[in-house]
């Protein structure tokens, strides 16, 4: 199987066309009025320049490429003491915008390559994917565990290798194994038998998507768990009357939906398949009157926006041939795929429900800390990170913040603890299923 990942010698062109401006600092609103905040985590933590992307992140990259800059501690240090949101992605107006991200990453993946990456923290990832198919150290039973209070009720979850169904639910490891983001699934899964969807889950069979040895830079591990999770899907596809695949993570949509993609055969084992996040997927079945909400859900609420379901689903328009303005040149992007509204019309359709907004929302939100490896790596430092998005959110009023993604659950939640704030962070599964009649 051939993949386009490039490495950052393919992006060398690219990395020359920043300009060191420094606009990726911080997020604007042009208004009216205008508005500006902080948006590079990095940027806030440590200040140094080299630590935000593009100004910062692209000055190493030109290092590495002209032989000045040779790895070291600190250097390899530098380089993943960034979350990878997008943040500085979404400021940028110059051509190299659309491959920000990707130039972090390759940088990462030339440190994987060269033996001297990740950092020593995290490399207990990379261990964990080879020898138990997650990044959690979790034995394949321990996948089910979440599934115990369904069997005890009398409705067991569907092992769809044994009982075919038109619906995977792709669980994804961080709700499989992460102890306070199990609620995740469980709400899901509840959900979508209160609403009597023909659904299954792969079980013990189901192994990561890839999403965290891709942000760490280990392609050769991302690769291998994506080839055998979209044979996997062909398979049901096929075998098994498979005809979409929900998550409720963000990372595993992401990955999914984006990742995979650069892989050749995306179309030939994917295709026919609808690959979906659960929100999405809700809100069709809620439009169309098929999900009615009864109960109340009396809370003053606000939405954090993940990067996976919001920035890193951004479509770059670029000028490959040059017709309209040069070739390669950035014309603009589009958000349609972005899960911006959905959430909050969903949220807002809640009984009792008081939504209010943050300040920096939708594509200049503020990353919760957790992402690009942060969370195994700088541990202290994403739940500081956090804890700044937690005080963002009760400067509304809200009692609780509300998400799509269980990174952000579980990162927010260990922000709320450090700074002791009453606020707790629910996925809007949980909210849903509270909604829902029996």
Not at 81 to 95: A, H, I, P, R, Y
Not at 116 to 126: R, Y
Not at 179 to 208: M, Y
Request: neutral net charge; proline residues 5%; charged residues 25%.
């Amino acid at each position: 199987m051939k993949w386009d990942i490039p490495t950052l010698e393919e992006l060398e062109n690219i990395v020359w066309k920043c300009t060191a401006c420094g606009n990726c600092k911080g997020t604007y609103e042009f208004g009216p009025p205008p508005t500006f905040g902080e948006i590079c985590p990095a940027g806030v933590e440590f200040g140094f320049d080299g630590n935000m992307a593009s100004k910062g992140k692209i000055a190493f990259a030109r290092g590495i490429l002209d032989g000045e800059l040779e790895w070291n501690d600190d250097f390899l240090d530098a380089i993943y003491k960034c979350t990878v949101c997008g943040g500085c992605q979404n400021q940028c107006e110059l051509d190299h915008k659309p491959f920000i991200p990707e130039i972090i990453e390759s940088m990462r993946r030339k440190a994987v390559n060269d033996g001297v990456g990740p950092m020593p923290t995290q490399k207990v990832i990379a261990q964990s994917m080879r020898s138990y198919n997650n990044p959690y150290q979790g034995p394949r039973r321990v996948r089910t565990d979440w599934t115990r209070p369904f069997k005890k009720a009398g409705k067991p979850i569907k092992d769809i290798m044994k009982k075919d169904a038109p619906i995977l639910y792709y669980v994804g490891c961080t709700g499989a194994f992460n102890l306070p983001v199990r609620n995740l699934p469980v709400a899901t899964a509840s959900i979508f038998q209160k609403l009597g969807l023909d659904f299954g889950i792969l079980g013990e069979n189901e192994i990561c998507c890839g999403s965290t040895a891709m942000r760490l830079g280990d392609v050769d591990e991302f690769k291998r768990v994506a080839e055998t999770n979209m044979k996997t899907f062909k398979d049901l596809h096929d075998n098994h009357g498979v005809k979409t695949i929900i998550t409720s993570c963000a990372g595993c949509f992401r990955a999914i939906k984006k990742d995979y993609s650069l892989s050749d055969e995306y179309e030939t084992l994917l295709g026919g398949i609808q690959v979906i996040h659960t929100t999405d997927f809700l809100y069709s079945l809620f439009k169309e009157g098929k999900m009615k909400f009864t109960r109340e859900v009396p809370w003053k609420v606000t939405y954090h926006d993940p990067c996976h379901t919001g920035r890193h689903l951004i479509e770059y328009k670029i000028d490959k041939d040059g017709s309209q303005q040069w070739i390669g040149s950035y014309l603009g992007k589009n958000e349609e795929h972005c899960l911006y509204d959905i959430p909050r019309e969903m949220l807002k359709a809640l009984p009792g429900i008081d939504f209010r907004e943050m300040d920096r929302i939708r594509s200049n939100s503020y990353c919760c800390g957790g992402g690009g490896g942060v969370m195994t790596g700088y541990g202290d430092w994403a739940s500081k990170n956090a804890g700044l998005r937690i005080e963002e959110g009760m400067s509304t009023g809200a009692e609780h913040m509300i998400s799509i993604c269980p990174f952000c659950h579980f990162n927010l939640n260990e922000g709320a603890k450090r700074i002791k704030s009453p606020m707790k962070l629910y996925d809007l599964v949980e909210l849903i299923d509270m909604a829902l009649p029996d």
